[in-house]
């Protein structure tokens, strides 16, 4: 599996390409560039999953691995494609993915405020004053097609655990979707849980397929 635990040559993948099977691997053991950029995310995942406690590092793992499967989905995509007409950029999808890993930081508290991120997105939890914090989360199901995307936010009651209703844009009324926000270790998870009024099955806030639920990772601490 590229992009694994093991450490990596300069220059080389971070896998046997002998052993390539994927059609993301062999794109990449055919490019240095792309070998490189996977050399890269490997590096910075190693070096992340050692600063980060038990409980990260296993969400990190998860969040690894649907990293690897929209790479294999990106792949895909390309594989029948001209290089000049291939809508997503591999290179680039792998680049971003190691500047990511390389920015997440290990928390200095068990606080909730700072910006929290994943291969799907990202939250944003600030001190407004007056004992409450403004919630903002932007995330989608698939960061390759942009399906299932969820735009979340409001203020809330500073808590351990934070407590946001999902609520009609017109007239405020509650959906029957709630989110909750609380640390697991160095990890941040968001929890979606109730059920939709008038038969909908995902919350006004989100797209078809949309979720909110996911663990993140501290990207800023403000």
Not at 125 to 147: F, L, R
Not at 180 to 185: A, E, K, Q, S, V
């Amino acid at each position: 599996m590229a992009a694994s635990d093991h450490a990596v040559a300069q220059g080389k993948p971070s896998f046997d390409c002998a052993k390539a099977a994927s059609v993301a691997e062999k794109a990449i053991c055919a490019d240095p560039v792309l070998a490189q950029a996977d050399a890269d995310v490997a590096k910075n995942y190693t070096a992340l999953l050692k600063r980060l406690d038990a409980h990260a590092g296993k969400a990190l793992r998860d969040d690894q691995s649907d990293f690897i499967a929209y790479r294999d989905q990106i792949a895909g995509f390309n594989e029948s494609s001209p290089k000049n007409q291939q809508t997503f950029d591999l290179g680039e999808f792998l680049r971003d993915r190691a500047t990511f890993l390389s920015g997440i930081r290990k928390p200095p508290d068990a606080g909730l405020i700072g910006t929290w991120s994943s291969v799907r997105g990202s939250v944003d939890i600030k001190a407004v004053g007056g004992g409450k914090v403004e919630i903002s989360e932007d995330v989608v199901s698939n960061p390759v097609s942009g399906s299932g995307s969820c735009e979340i936010d409001g203020p809330v009651e500073e808590r351990n655990t934070l407590r946001l209703v999902d609520r009609a844009v017109d007239n405020d009324n509650p959906t029957g979707f709630v989110f909750t926000f609380r640390r697991d270790g160095d990890a941040l998870v968001v929890e979606q849980s109730g059920a939709g009024k008038d038969g909908r099955s995902e919350p006004l806030s989100c797209g078809a397929n949309g979720h909110a639920d996911g663990t993140f990772f501290l990207s800023e601490k403000q």
